[in-house]
Every structure is written in structure tokens, then in C-alpha cells.
């Protein structure tokens, strides 16, 4: 049923995006005219606006969710591992402690040089322990439980950490440049960054608001989906990809913009929400998102029940279980017109006490 629900469901989302003009806010970047064309001219962009220009903000655009090159990862069996030297497939420390695959790359970026970086300085009790480079928008786990964008934090905040340490921020500060663009993805959406900070995976997709997504023309509306589970629930089916059917298929050969450096399901997620946010009427809002509860759902709850590398086995395993079900192919009842008529005429006979020749 759900199954039956989600497709129709999943048509008209395609159709809706396939037909909306994403903003170059989010997909675009200008790198020069050979690259760039039309869709500079179209987006308004600058001729002479250079890949750099595009991720320092300096065109009219804004890098999203990235971690600079020298942060690092735990990675299982050989210890903290700079961004740039990750790989898809790298156990990593997540949060609980727990070690999982890095499973695709929603940024990959090691040439770019970037002014749109915050530095974090945290320390735990009375010694620094470290910087945080990261986006803007990205988001960090509070001690309180909370998640919220990195420009939203504050002096005196207190950062998730390891267990149930907390790391409090001393510093928030702006850099001037900072190299590498990366946003490694795990199945649980979060990490522990330089060994001492929980983060996301995912960034806040609405600008300077709140925690949860909001919706209408002038935000009127909470909603109780957070911007970090809204970004996990849509990456469900990547998940089932890259985890269930084959790595192979998220390296990053395969899914990463050569020119953007974005992945092919990053950019869908922000065309999803551009188109979204493109709704002035609060009512067509609430039946898009409820549209996407329903797709994006459906793959969430396979997920749940059977983990991310057995869901699609199991998907197979109910679709042609359901077409058995359908056509009554279940043991003995499963039958051949032929095995029918036979059985019915077999009866027959039988009530009169003889035997069919």
C-alpha cells in the first residue's frame, strides 16, 4: 500500500522539478565563460566571476555545508584523518563512539580556496583544545540536544561531545581564507569532528531560522521536522543506494560535479527545497511537504526495519512477494488454469461417487 501510495506521489515530484527554474543561489557557480554560457547570462552571474569568487560569496552566492581541508575524522585503524585524505567506504567515529562508513561525498572539493568559513575555538575545562573551520550553515550539536547552524552559535555555548562531555566555545570568528571543501556523509547523519565536536552531516537549508523547517510566505508555520532530519530523510534512497546495491556506485568519480564539486543528490535536495520555498501559499506548501513525507517516508521506514544494506533485498523480496500474493501463488494455491479446471471438474465427479477418465 505504501508502495502503491509513494509512486504516483514520486511522479508529480519529479514533474513539479523537472519544470521549476532552480536559483543559482544554490546550483550555480561561475567558473568562466567557456563553462558557464548561457546559465551565467540567464542567472545574471558575472562573466568575470571565477570558481573562488563563487565560493567566497563574492558573486551574489553562498558555499554551503562544508568542513575545511585540515579538519579530521577518527578513522578506524589508523587514527584522526584529514578531510582531504578520506576515502568512500572509511569507518569513522560518529557520534556514541560508534564507527561507520563513510558511504558518498556531498562536497568534494580540494582545490578552492574559501572566505566563507567560521573558525570555532571550543575548550574543555580550562585549556584550548581546538578550532572548528566549517560553513556557515552547517549544522552542530548543542549539549542540550539541539541542532543548529554554525553562524547561530555563540560565545559561551556548550558543543556535544565524546559521551557526555561538552565543549565550550570561546571564540566565533570569521576567516579570511581557508582551503578544501568537504561534507563526508555517514548512515547515522552525524560525526565527530577533530575528535572532540558532534556534528551533522547535513546543513540548515532555510537561512538564519530556527531548528525546525518552517513553511509560508512569511514562516508562520513550525513545523516539527527538523532541518537535520529533513536533510536524512531525503537522502534515504542514496543511502539504499550507495549501502544496499553497490559503494561503487558513490565514489566520487561517479556522483561528484566535476565543476561544482557537488553531488548529483545534493543539488536535487536544494532544487527540492528551492522549489518548496518558491510557494507563496502556505496550503500548496503543506501538500508538498506532505508529498514528500509520503515518498521519502517509504524508503525511511524500509530503512528502519531492515538497515540501509539489506533494504533493498528486502524491497525486491515484498514487491515479488506481493505479485505472488496477487496472482494466489502461495503453495497450493498456487495453480495453472489448467490445475483449476482440473480441480473443478475433479470435484464434480467426486459428488457423484466416480472417478474423471
Known amino acids: 500500500m505504501v508502495l502503491k501510495t509513494a509512486l504516483p506521489f514520486s511522479a508529480l515530484l519529479l514533474l513539479a522539478l523537472a519544470g521549476q527554474k532552480v536559483s543559482a543561489t544554490r546550483l550555480s557557480f561561475c567558473c568562466s565563460d ?7 547570462e540567464c542567472n545574471n552571474i558575472p562573466a568575470d566571476c571565477d570558481k573562488n569568487d563563487f565560493n567566497s560569496g ?22 584522526p584523518t ?5 576515502q568512500v567506504g572509511d569507518l569513522v567515529r560518529t557520534r556514541d563512539n560508534k564507527f561507520e562508513p563513510i558511504y558518498a561525498f556531498a562536497h568534494w572539493d580540494e582545490s578552492s580556496t574559501t572566505n566563507s568559513y567560521l573558525e570555532i575555538t571550543y575548550y574543555e575545562s580550562s585549556m584550548n583544545d581546538g578550532e572548528l573551520k566549517v560553513t556557515p550553515d552547517h549544522l552542530l550539536h548543542l549539549a542540550s540536544g539541539h541542532l543548529i547552524a554554525a553562524d547561530s552559535v555563540r560565545v559561551g555555548d556548550s558543543l556535544h561531545g565524546p559521551g557526555n562531555t561538552t565543549m565550550t566555545v570561546a571564540q566565533v570568528q570569521k576567516l579570511q581564507e581557508a582551503a578544501g571543501l568537504y561534507a563526508p556523509l555517514t548512515p547515522s547523519g552525524t560525526l565527530l569532528v577533530n575528535g572532540h565536536v558532534e556534528t551533522s552531516c547535513y546543513i540548515s537549508f532555510q537561512d538564519g531560522l530556527p531548528e525546525h ?10 513545523t516539527m521536522l527538523s532541518q537535520h532530519w529533513f536533510a536524512h530523510l531525503t537522502l534515504s534512497p542514496i543511502r539504499l543506494l550507495c549501502l544496499g546495491v553497490s559503494p561503487k556506485i558513490c565514489h ?18 536544494f532544487a527540492l527545497m528551492d522549489f518548496l520555498e518558491s510557494q507563496n501559499c502556505l496550503v500548496v506548501q503543506v501538500i508538498l511537504m506532505g508529498m514528500f513525507l509520503v515518498v521519502f517516508g517509504a524508503f525511511w521506514v524500509i530503512e528502519s526495519i531492515a538497515g540501509a544494506i539489506y533494504a533493498p533485498s528486502l524491497t525486491v523480496a515484498m514487491i515479488l512477494l506481493m505479485g505472488m500474493w496477487r496472482r494466489g501463488c502461495f503453495r497450493s494455491t498456487c495453480k ?14 467426486r459428488l457423484k461417487g466416480e472417478e474423471p477418465s
Open 213 to 222: 523547517i518552517l513553511l509560508g510566505s512569511s514562516s508562520e508555520l513550525h
Open 34 to 40: 567557456d563553462d558557464c554560457g548561457s546559465a551565467m
Open 252 to 269: 566520487n568519480g561517479w556522483v561528484i560535479s566535476p565543476g561544482s564539486g557537488y553531488a548529483w543528490f545534493t543539488l536535487i535536495g
Open 58 to 79: 563574492s558573486c551574489g552566492l553562498r558555499l554551503r555545508g562544508c568542513f575545511a581541508r585540515e579538519m579530521t575524522l577518527d578513522v578506524h585503524g589508523q587514527g
Open 336 to 349: 495453472t488454469e489448467g490445475e483449476k479446471e482440473f480441480s473443478l471438474l475433479y470435484g464434480r465427479y
Open 82 to 86: 584529514a578531510m582531504e585524505d578520506l
